[in-house]
């Protein structure tokens, strides 16, 4: 059973630029959440994909965007970027897209820098 | 609202000595709470999870959590630290049926 990939690994950009970060769910899940992890700080909820439709938001400007594919791989758009935005970026896959009991199954991350 | 608090940022212990880390919650109904681990440069594993029943849960790892409502925590506890338990843990309650609300995590550094 494959688990949850991220591509790629690291990605340095300028700022106002735009990027595009990758994620694989694990095999049978259909369910992709995305996460911001800044430098110290705890993981903090951007947004969830549910069979391709987002499925709820966090506190994010629309500069965030995603897009889920019929494989339920997802992607994660950012926008201008800003140097806040400097972070290690999570993805997480599960099965079903409510209830707290589907467990979480996270990726190793991509660490974004923005200079 | 709805969020989890950390005390510790920071927590140093010797290899082989027990370990209490500290999680408070804020949440309106009966909470799913989590603990995670993260290792430099790796994701989020799993260590734990309650959602009802028994309020002492055990996790993989030796690892092992006490929910208490009265008190709103889920401390997590091991009575042996390993060298290789050196890492960051997360705390994090599940909300809105999507998505998971973290704490700022504790560093646990472990002398030899």
């Known amino acids: 059973e494959t688990g949850v990939t991220q591509s790629p690994t690291h990605l340095i950009k300028t700022r106002g630029q735009q990027v595009t970060l990758r994620c694989s769910s694990q095999s049978g899940h259909n369910t992709v959440s995305w996460y911001q992890q800044a430098l110290g700080q705890g993981p903090q909820f951007i947004f969830q994909y549910y069979r391709e439709e987002e499925n709820g938001r966090g506190n994010f400007p629309p500069r965030f965007s995603g897009l889920q594919f019929p494989n339920y791989s997802s992607e994660l758009n950012v926008n201008a970027l800003e140097l806040d935005d400097s972070a290690l970026y999570l993805c997480a896959s599960s099965l079903g897209g409510t209830g707290g009991e589907n467990e979480q199954f996270f990726g190793p991350g991509t660490r974004l820098t923005v200079l | 609202a709805q969020s989890v608090t950390q005390p510790d940022i920071h927590i140093t212990v010797s290899e082989g000595a027990s370990l209490e880390l500290r999680c408070n919650y804020s949440y309106g109904a009966t909470p799913y709470l989590f603990w995670y681990v993260q290792s430099p440069g790796q994701g989020l594993q799993l260590l734990l999870k309650y959602f009802s029943g028994d309020t002492l849960v055990q996790g993989i790892k030796g690892f092992e959590a006490e929910f208490k409502r009265s008190q709103s925590s889920f401390n997590l506890r091991k009575p042996s630290v390993h060298w290789s338990d050196a890492a960051e843990y997360f705390c994090?309650?599940?909300?809105?049926?999507?998505?998971?609300?973290f704490g700022s995590g504790t560093r646990l550094l472990v002398r030899p």
């Open positions: 994090a309650v599940h909300h809105s049926s999507y998505k998971l609300i």
